[in-house]
């Protein structure tokens, strides 16, 4: 399908990345916000999509405004890619035109698109799930090479339209309803909350039993049923959507009188496995006043989002027991309560121990005999495995990693 008039409600991370992903499809696009889009961010931070907005901008294929009404008024199809899809449905409901299919593409509760029906109040205008499963870092990728297209429909020919929009994909396309889409959504981002508290409980077992946990993370990874994505052991699992897609699966669950054990232990073993690390991040420092430098901050590599951060969770923590921190981070140039500088290797200054904490490429490609003249210690400890032995030994320094 080409030449199809679509409107993109949201210029954040996941409305820019559905904007241009559509555009790129051969579709009109036009990305509507109240706020300016910082694209220039935004394709800094997420490998390939600056690239991907020039080229559908400079196409023709993609445009943005501010005009929310006025963007919706003449489209085929509308992506809701916002926080709250509920408070614009009043805004757009008497403009929408007649066959336009509205499409709920945010991470919504179970039961919004019920709502939305509701609030809407057009049989003339079908509303369509199309959850996105598309990550940070990878989002383009993500979403131009999908794993699955999924869209739930109680209206059969607006699904299919839906699906259509995509192109013709070599991937399954699900069409379902509506519920199922929903819950699909969260089913599948909690499994991964799941799988990498699992690993890092492994990895923990590992450590005690003298045993290599990126070893046994392979050997699992080659089983079909597992597979080797989130088997990388590491200080717990952060960002937007694992920690708000747990949260929310639990609160439904709660809900309607189900004890999630399974979801709730990973939670909660999640959260007290960064406090594990801290504290052995600081006895690994030696006794006293200690300084431990700290690389990386937010909760992933490619990315600048520090929301439930793992890294930031032990860095606060060291500090709350005492230690005075210096932290780098290449996307992080200011945070409140935490000294940041603007090198890696300034955090080696008198530094007792050095802690890897986020898995940026270029920790690898640091002049470690330079990092070893600067510090007081000689101890790193590497919680996302990303080191190299050789180099660091070589340097005078002792490397522990995380999981043997």
């Not at 597979?227 to 439904?252: I, K, N, Q, V």
């Not at 669950?253 to 054990?261: C, H, N, W």
């Not at 060291?318 to 140039?333: N, R």
């Not at 101890?379 to 990303?386: A, F, K, L, M, S």
């Amino acid at each position: 399908m080409r030449d199809t008039r679509i409107t993109v409600l949201g210029s954040g991370h996941a409305g820019l990345v559905t904007a241009a992903g559509l555009a790129s499809r051969g579709h009109w696009v036009i990305c509507a916000d109240h706020d300016e889009p910082d694209v220039a961010v935004a394709g800094l931070l997420e490998p390939g999509l600056g690239a991907l907005v020039s080229d559908c901008v400079s196409a023709g294929r993609l445009s943005f405004t501010k005009r929310i009404r006025e963007a919706v008024a003449d489209a085929d199809a509308v992506f809701l890619c916002l926080p709250d899809v509920l408070a614009v449905v009043p805004e757009i409901r008497a403009v929408l035109p007649a066959g336009c299919v509205l499409v709920l593409r945010s991470t919504v509760p179970i039961g919004t698109a019920d709502q939305v029906v509701m609030l809407l109040g057009r049989h003339d205008v079908p509303v369509v799930t199309n959850p996105g499963f598309v990550r940070e870092g990878t989002a383009v990728r993500d979403f131009l090479q999908p794993d699955r297209i999924v869209v739930g429909c109680s209206d059969l020919e607006a699904g299919e339209f839906v699906a259509g929009l995509y192109g013709d994909p070599d991937v399954p396309v699900v069409i379902t309803d509506q519920r199922t889409a929903e819950v699909a959504k969260y089913a599948a981002t909690c499994f991964l909350a799941v799988k990498l508290s699992y690993i890092n409980s492994i990895a923990r077992l590992c450590e005690l039993v003298d045993a290599s946990a990126s070893g046994v993370a392979a050997i699992m990874g080659y089983d079909h049923g597992i597979g080797p994505s989130h088997l990388c052991p590491g200080p717990g699992w952060g960002g937007s959507s694992l920690p708000d897609d747990t949260a929310a699966l639990l609160r439904t669950a709660d809900a309607v009188g189900l004890d999630f054990e399974v979801l709730r232990s990973a939670v909660e073993f999640n959260r007290s496995h960064q406090t594990v690390l801290a504290h052995r991040i600081y006895l690994a420092a030696g006794t006293g006043p200690v300084r431990i430098g700290v690389l990386g901050l937010t909760f992933k590599a490619n990315t600048d989002n520090l929301r439930e951060s793992p890294a930031l969770a032990v860095t606060r923590t060291l500090i709350s027991l005492g230690a005075e921190v210096t932290a780098y981070d290449p996307t992080v140039s200011r945070l409140p309560n935490v000294l940041t500088v603007n090198d890696a290797h300034h955090v080696a200054k008198g530094a007792h121990a050095i802690a890897v904490l986020t898995e940026w490429e270029e920790f690898r490609h640091l002049d470690w005999e330079l990092m070893a003249q600067l510090m007081a210690g000689d101890v790193v400890i590497d919680t996302r495995n990303v080191l190299d032995h050789a180099t660091l030994h070589d340097a005078g320094l002792r490397l522990h990693g995380f999981g043997g």
